[in-house]
């Protein structure tokens, strides 16, 4: 399956689709509130289909309930369902319950059956309304879900979920294959000889960004002029992130023409969020690796992950010695066994790249492990 993205066009009647959305959300933290009330009573956790059944009975009483599809309800409770569900399995590892959500934050609603129709040319209708929408491309395949998205700017997406074909698009072989070794300075390290640096575009930013706040927090709570001020300083974060993306989408495609193979070391985010903290939201790793499984999967190529307990930095890439300590700030060091000097980030690119070529062959993509872990 895949997911198409199209915009809809500014319009008052925009407006509807926005109730929805904060009916959407009202009904979600009423969901919270009753597993949270159920929790207290009984001491069990309410199960998804007693809370469906019970909010369909909520729903024809609410006026402004009925304005979201059933099937549109029905997911909020699946979603809430399956938050708990990921909490019950992750909780050692700091993963929290759902919590509450501001109405105005709360982003989308999904159809899945009905209550959406694509009338040809550029409108849908949806939820009994016709809307226009940018068609950038064209919808060939069975349509699953559609599933409507509101932004912090108030602007509207459309986003088709279809069924697509598993065979890649486009089959390119060169033969060949490389480990890549992320880093804080340099971006990715290259088994091949060359590395890549990270443009680190919210620091290039970042005194927009500051001026922005300041604006904001000036602006008096409830104006307009904070409201316009609030914008301003989304749109500052939007185009980070657009140029970001941008620039993850070129690589991909530039790394997978060049590659076959593809080896990984699996990244432990969550501790390296805490011991760098925004330098690592700024590289982007999670997000990088996203866009290129997609990628690879799209040209058959592989993207595979070696163990995360390798040690791959303090292992000699020559002899496979093994350092009992390496601190962080050595970039480089000589190797007792062998005599050679390796630099620290080649040197690891090196190892994945062997150890992944041993372990994990040319399977299906990510087929080793995940690409982090939380």
């Keep these: ?180 070794d992320f880093g804080l300075k340099t971006f990715l390290t290259t088994s091949e000889g060359f590395s890549i640096d990270a443009p680190l575009f919210f620091k290039q930013s970042l005194r927009e960004i500051q001026k922005a706040n300041r604006e904001l927090s000036r602006k008096q709570k409830g104006s307009h002029n904070r409201e316009r001020a609030r914008k301003n300083l989304v749109r500052r974060h939007e185009d980070i992130v657009h140029r970001r993306e941008d620039w993850f989408w070129k690589l991909a495609h530039w790394l997978t023409d060049r590659f076959d193979v593809l080896y990984f070391e699996t990244l432990n985010l969550k501790a390296m969020q805490r011991l760098w903290g925004r330098k690592v939201s700024d590289l982007g790793f999670r997000s990088f690796l996203q866009i290129l499984e997609w990628v690879a999967q799209k040209k058959g190529k592989v993207v595979a992950y070696i163990d995360r307990w390798f040690p791959s930095s303090k292992t000699c890439s020559g002899c496979g010695y093994v350092l009992d300590e390496l601190d962080l700030s050595v970039r480089r060091w000589r190797c007792p066994s062998c005599g050679s000097e390796n630099d620290r980030d080649e040197n690891a690119a090196i190892n994945i790249k062997q150890v992944g070529a041993s372990t994990c062959g040319r399977g299906k993509v990510s087929q080793a492990q995940p690409a982090f872990t939380v």
């Design 1 to 180: 399956m895949k997911t198409l993205k199209f915009k809809l066009y500014n319009h008052k009647r925009n407006r509807h689709l926005k109730c929805i959305v904060n009916a959407s959300g009202t009904i979600y933290n009423h969901c919270i509130a009753l597993h949270r009330r159920y929790y207290r009573m009984w001491g069990k956790h309410l199960n998804c289909s007693k809370l469906q059944k019970h909010i369909a009975k909520l729903r024809k009483r609410n006026p402004s309930w009925k304005t979201v599809d059933a099937q549109a309800v029905q997911d909020i409770c699946q979603r809430i369902e399956k938050a708990y569900q990921l909490f019950f399995k992750h909780r050692d590892k700091g993963v929290r319950p759902p919590g509450f959500k501001k109405v105005k934050k709360y982003k989308s609603f999904t159809l899945k059956q009905n209550n959406y129709k694509f009338l040809g040319e550029n409108r849908v209708k949806i939820c009994g309304r016709v809307y226009q929408f940018w068609k950038s491309r064209e919808i060939e395949e069975k349509i699953k879900t559609v599933t409507v998205k509101r932004t912090p700017l108030g602007e509207m997406f459309m986003f088709v979920t279809v069924d697509a074909p598993s065979e890649p698009t486009v089959k390119v072989e060169t033969g060949k294959s490389a480990g890549f």
